[in-house]
């Protein structure tokens, strides 16, 4: 299995819908992170998460809510969400201050 | 505020060598890295380099990094068709292991 696996790989929502991305990984880190990748801007980091507390909310708004219940595993719950925020968003892991490895990403489109 | 600029484009013939430039605005960065994201994937990490550096070789790969013009490059060198992707440049900044990307590089290989 790979590294970094995040589902679903496409999702669809309208918006008022509710939804959640799931992110897991099988390398034994200890930190994960969020980041959106859109056509208009560079990467854009989102939310860190080290041994499981938030560390970095990069003015990211409320309708993104992160949870990461334990070390292994982290959630982006998404809701009212705007068409705007259509985007791949892609999770990492790293083992403290290592290398980043990242998923292959969620493909959000927002109707 | 932290900012990493690279060229949008770039089309090679396959055999040559490409040149991806790079240059970011923090120069309390202690890492700059080059990654790699192929088509419908996540990113890769391709080589890194330390701040105190000036360059470092990696069988193809060569790392290039001006800290006085705060300029970073990656060659490639023998450019095959499976070296066409995107090229992300990313500098280390603050803590928790923050990358601020750049918006990437396109690389094209052609015949």
């Known amino acids: 299995e790979t590294g970094v696996t995040q589902t679903p790989r496409h999702l669809v929502m309208g918006m008022t819908n509710k939804k959640s991305l799931k992110c897991e990984q099988h390398?034994?880190?200890?930190?994960m992170y969020w980041y959106k990748q859109s056509a208009k801007k560079p990467l854009e980091l989102m939310f860190v998460y080290s041994l499981e507390e938030r560390v970095e909310n990069n003015s990211v708004p409320s309708r993104f809510s992160p949870e990461c219940p334990n070390s292994s595993h982290l959630f982006l719950h998404l809701h009212t969400l705007q068409p705007e925020d259509s985007a791949l968003y892609l999770c990492?892991?790293?083992?403290?201050?290592?290398?980043?490895?990242f998923g292959e990403g969620s493909r959000l489109t927002v109707l | 505020g932290e900012d990493v600029e690279q060229s949008l484009f770039l089309s090679v013939r396959e055999g040559d060598s490409s040149v991806i430039n790079c240059t970011y605005t923090?120069?309390?960065?202690?890492?700059l890295y080059w990654y790699k994201q192929e088509p419908g994937a996540g990113l890769q990490l391709l080589t890194y380099i330390f701040s105190n550096m000036d360059m470092k070789q990696d069988q193809r790969l060569t790392v290039l990094l001006n800290k006085k013009d705060k300029h970073l490059s990656l060659r490639i060198a023998d450019t095959q068709t499976g070296d066409s992707a995107i090229y992300f440049c990313?500098?280390?900044?603050?803590?928790?292991?923050?990358?601020?990307f750049g918006a990437g590089t396109r690389l094209a290989v052609h015949p």
């Open positions: 390398l034994g880190h200890n930190a």
């Open positions: 990313a500098e280390r900044s603050g803590g928790y292991n923050k990358l601020i």
């Open positions: 990492a892991s790293s083992q403290g201050a290592g290398e980043l490895f």
């Open positions: 923090d120069s309390s960065s202690t890492y």
